[in-house]
C-alpha cells in the first residue's frame, strides 16, 4: 500500500515536472509577438512555471529515494545510477540556463529575440533531459 502511494507521488510529480515546460513552448511563441511592455506577463508566467519544475522536481528526488528504499531495486542498479546522472547534470543545467536568461528582462543587457531564443533552447533542452530520465524509468534497460 505504501509503495503504490509513493509510486504514484513519483508518477504525479514526473507529469508535474514536464508539464509546465511543454505548456511554455506555445507561450514562447506568444512572446515574439509581444510588446515589450506585456512581455512583463510572459516572463512571470515563464518563473512561475520553472519554480513549479523545480517543486516537482524535489518531490521527484524524494520520492524516487523512498522507492529504492521500498523496493527490491539498488543504488547500483543501472538505470537508477544513469538517471542519477541524467538528473545532477540536469540540475545543473536548470540552475545555468533559465536565471541568468530571465534577470536580463528589464535591464539594458535585454535583447527580445535572442531572450526568447535562449529560453526556447533551454526549454526543449530540458525537456528533452526530462524525457530521458522517464525512459530510463519506464524500461529499465539493463545497461550494464
Ligand atoms: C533520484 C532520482 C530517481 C530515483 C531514485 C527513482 C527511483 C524509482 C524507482 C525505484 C521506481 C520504482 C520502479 C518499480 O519498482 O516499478 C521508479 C518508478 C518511476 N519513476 Fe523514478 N526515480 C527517480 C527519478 C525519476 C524521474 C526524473 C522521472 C521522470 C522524469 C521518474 C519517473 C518514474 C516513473 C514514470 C516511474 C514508474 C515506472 C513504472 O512503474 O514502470 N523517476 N522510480
Do not use: C
Amino acid at each position: 500500500m505504501l509503495f503504490s502511494i509513493v509510486i504514484f507521488i513519483h508518477v504525479v510529480s514526473a507529469v508535474v515536472s514536464i508539464g509546465p515546460l511543454v505548456a511554455l513552448l506555445p507561450m514562447l511563441k506568444k512572446m515574439e509577438d509581444t510588446d515589450e511592455v506585456q512581455l512583463g506577463g510572459f516572463v512571470q508566467a515563464f518563473q512561475i512555471s520553472i519554480t513549479v519544475v523545480k517543486h516537482a522536481g524535489h518531490v521527484l528526488v524524494i520520492s524516487g529515494v523512498l522507492l529504492v528504499w521500498l523496493s527490491a531495486w539498488t543504488w547500483l542498479t543501472s538505470w537508477i545510477v544513469m538517471t542519477i546522472a541524467v538528473m545532477v547534470g540536469s540540475i545543473v543545467f536548470l540552475a545555468k540556463a533559465f536565471k541568468p536568461t530571465l534577470v536580463t528582462f528589464g535591464t539594458s543587457n535585454f535583447n527580445k529575440e535572442q531572450f526568447i531564443k535562449k529560453l526556447r533552447k533551454a526549454t526543449w533542452m530540458y525537456i528533452f533531459l526530462l524525457l530521458i530520465m522517464l525512459w530510463l524509468m519506464v524500461v529499465k534497460p539493463t545497461l550494464w
